[in-house]
C-alpha cells in the first residue's frame, strides 16, 4: 500500500492555531483529504483538496499542498477545545481506494 | 436518514469462531468499504465494492469476504476469528464516482481472545 505519515501527538493552547502535518509517498494522488475523529466516533471528512491546487481556506481552517516534497498541511485558526479529536490525512488516486495516515492526537489545553 | 450504521457495537469471539458484521447505509449510495483501524496504523481499507453484486479486495483482504448483495447492505465475514483480527472496523459509503466524501459509521470493536 501507500505511505501516508503524520506525527502522533501535537498539544496547542486554546485560541493558538494548530498545524497538523502529513506526508505522502504517491506521486500520482489525485485528491487529498482531512478527516476528523471524535472519541468513540467515525471519522468525518473536514475538507479536501485536488492535487492541481496549492491552497485551500474553509472558515477557520487552512490546506497547504507541497507536491514536489509530497506534504500535506492542515492549518487551524483559533484552535477551541472542540478541536481536541484525532486527525487523518488520505489520499487517493482512482477515487475507489483510500490510503489513511496514522493519525495525530490533538489535544487543546484550554 | 440514519446515514450508515453498523451491527453489533462491540462483540467478543474466541479464536476459531466465526461472525459476521452489518453495515446499512439508507443514502442510496454505490460504494462501500470496510476499513480496520489500529493503534498507530490508522485505517487499512479491507475490502470495498463499486456497486450491487461487485466486491474487491483492498489493502489487508486476508481472512476476512464481504458480500453486496443488496445496494444498501454491506456484510463483512470473519471466517475463523484469530487474535490479530482484534480491531476497530469501520465501514463507510460514498455516493459514487465523482463524489469524495465518505460517510463512516459509527464502528464495530471486535476483541478476538
Known amino acids: 500500500g501507500e505511505d501516508v505519515e503524520q506525527s502522533l501527538f501535537l498539544s496547542v493552547r486554546e485560541g493558538d492555531s494548530s498545524v497538523i502535518n502529513c506526508t505522502y509517498t504517491d506521486s500520482s494522488s489525485t485528491y487529498l483529504y482531512w478527516y476528523k475523529q471524535e472519541p468513540g466516533a467515525g471519522l468525518q471528512l473536514l475538507t479536501y483538496i485536488f492535487s492541481n491546487m496549492d491552497m485551500k481556506q474553509d472558515q477557520r481552517l487552512t490546506v497547504l499542498l507541497n507536491k514536489k516534497d509530497k506534504h500535506l498541511s492542515l492549518r487551524i485558526a483559533d484552535t477551541q477545545t472542540g478541536d481536541s479529536a484525532i486527525y487523518f490525512c488520505?489520499?487517493?488516486?482512482?477515487?475507489?481506494?483510500?490510503?489513511f495516515g496514522t493519525g495525530t492526537s490533538l489535544t487543546v489545553i484550554p | 436518514n440514519a446515514g450508515v450504521t453498523q451491527t453489533p457495537k462491540f462483540r467478543v469471539l474466541k479464536t476459531g469462531q466465526s461472525m459476521t458484521l452489518l453495515c446499512a447505509q439508507d443514502m442510496n449510495h454505490e460504494y462501500m468499504y470496510w476499513y480496520r483501524q489500529d493503534p498507530g496504523m490508522g485505517l487499512r481499507l479491507i475490502h470495498y465494492s463499486v456497486g450491487e453484486g461487485t466486491t474487491a479486495k483492498g489493502e489487508v483482504p486476508d481472512g476476512y469476504n464481504v458480500s453486496r448483495l443488496k445496494k444498501q447492505n454491506f456484510l463483512l465475514g470473519l471466517e475463523s476469528a484469530a487474535p490479530s483480527q482484534t480491531s476497530v472496523y469501520f465501514c463507510?459509503?460514498?455516493?459514487?464516482?465523482?463524489?469524495?466524501?465518505?460517510?463512516f459509521g459509527p464502528g464495530t470493536r471486535l476483541t478476538v481472545t
Open positions: 488520505a489520499e487517493s488516486f482512482t477515487g475507489n481506494q483510500f490510503y
Open positions: 463507510a459509503s460514498r455516493p459514487g464516482q465523482g463524489s469524495y466524501e465518505q460517510y
